[in-house]
């Protein structure tokens, strides 16, 4: 059985086994993947494989969701002053492979300049990658959790694209953490609601399109999702037909949403297939592996990549710690 704290466990966990079994790829396309490497399956017979890197180190996709974190744990709650200070100490973790426009807005904020001019006009998925504690946090209250993830949001990146992916992903954990069973009509249907606002133009409309690139070749369909909302004059990486995530927020969220719905009950399967996606490996891996481990738990996780992963335990007791700061029944709020 699937035990409600597992799946805090497993959301965060999930976090940085993807990120870190994504770590190595970055860049590299899934044409260049399959063609060196094969199917990342075939590297990991027995443990975790670092496949050039430390085993198990992730990168700051991790790390800023370890910030979210203990600030929820530490002010009961967000407190957009209190994140502003732990994403300012993160400065001297020191960061590991930060995205230009999360670290320079946060660089800013360390020298006194406020939220509002400090963040970067980026769509990025810097937001994304690290608001799952969210979603946790305020499963319960879902407009709680919209303001809370908007506002996660604005403090590095102010883009339409950045703010509206960051309400998807911790919607996802929330709505995933609170389910037994999947209906993914209903599923979707949520997270387009969370996002239907004018503000965020197409967003929930290409949240329903999932269903179709779900009958789809999984390949065709990740090379049209990994481009997804690219305009020019960005390159759109759909292009190339060689398999590319986008690291423009709405790409990577996409793509991560299609790999869990690919296979909603086996983590192991849904991480590998984000990963092997090529593009922004890192971040896909760590969206795709919070959203899987908050639906089946830290026991779905093989054992030998959590016990690689660096830090495991702190994380998997950050988990914990959330899962006792909610106070209340949460077998009563279940699905």
Same mark, same amino acid.
């Given at each position: ?10 959301? *965060? ?7 870190? *079994? ?17 199917? &990342? ?6 443990? $975790? ?28 709650? $967000?407190?957009?002053?209190? *994140? ?47 608001? #799952?504690?969210?979603?946790? $946090? ?31 992903? #911790? ?29 965020? &133009? ?127 029944? *949460? ?5």
């Amino acid at each position: 059985m699937v035990t409600l704290r597992s799946k805090f466990e497993g959301t *965060l966990v999930g976090t940085g086994i993807g990120d870190a *079994l994504g770590r190595p790829f970055e860049g590299w396309s899934r044409l260049q993947i399959e063609s060196e490497v094969g199917r &990342i399956s075939d590297l990991l017979p027995d443990s $975790f494989s670092g496949y050039g890197y430390q085993a198990g180190q992730y990168t700051d996709d991790t790390q800023l969701t370890i910030a979210v974190a203990e600030s929820l744990i530490r002010k009961n709650g $967000f407190d957009q002053n209190d *994140l502003i200070d732990r994403f300012i100490e993160w400065l001297s973790e020191p960061p590991i492979g930060p995205g230009y426009g999360c670290i320079v807005a946060i660089q800013k904020l360390k020298r006194g300049e406020s939220w509002e001019t400090a963040a970067s006009d980026s769509g990025g998925n810097g937001t994304a990658m690290r608001v #799952a504690p969210i979603g946790l $946090f305020y499963h319960n209250d879902i407009p709680k959790l919209i303001e809370a993830a908007r506002m996660s949001s604005l403090i590095t990146h102010n883009h339409w694209a950045a703010t509206a992916s960051a309400i998807v992903v #911790a919607r996802s954990v929330a709505y995933l953490f609170r389910c037994k069973t999947l209906d993914i009509n209903d599923f979707l249907n949520e997270l387009a609601i969370a996002v239907d606002k004018p503000e965020y &133009i197409d967003f929930s409309e290409k949240i329903l399109q999932l269903k179709e690139f779900l009958k789809m070749d999984p390949k065709e369909a990740l090379i049209e999702l990994g481009g997804m909302g690219v305009e020019p004059p960005w390159p759109n990486p759909a292009e190339s037909r060689e398999g590319f995530i986008s690291g423009y927020a709405m790409s990577t969220t996409l793509s991560s949403l299609y790999c869990f719905l690919l296979s909603p009950t086996d983590f192991r399967k849904c991480v590998i297939e984000s990963v092997m996606s090529g593009g922004d490996t890192d971040s896909c891996g760590a969206i795709t592996g919070a959203i899987s481990g908050s639906y089946n738990g830290i026991g779905s996780i093989p054992a030998n990549w959590i016990k690689k992963l660096v830090k495991n335990e702190y994380i998997r007791q950050l988990g914990s710690k959330l899962f006792d700061l909610v106070g209340e029944d *949460l077998n009563k709020h279940q699905k």
